[in-house]
């Protein structure tokens, strides 16, 4: 999966609980792979509704609007 704007395979989530603490991942064949196993036990789910960015550009929406 990757951005519907400039086709990048590496997003980020924010914390709920706190808009500076980010989480970045990638989707490796359908799934959410964070960058590093202490991010992943501590990162918020990532559904079709989470608000996700793109680390390269501007782009940020629901996690359900990256392309395949």
Excluded: Q
């Excluded at 590496?10 to 808009?19: A, G, L, R, S, V």
């Amino acid at each position: 999966m990757k951005c519907p704007v400039c086709s990048c395979v590496n997003f980020y989530i924010k914390d709920p609980d706190d808009e500076y603490e980010t989480f970045d991942f990638e989707v490796r064949d359908g799934r959410v792979a964070f960058s590093s196993e202490d991010e992943a036990s501590t990162a918020p789910a990532v559904e079709a509704e989470s608000e996700t960015f793109c680390n390269k550009c501007s782009w940020h929406g629901k996690f359900k609007e990256l392309t395949d």
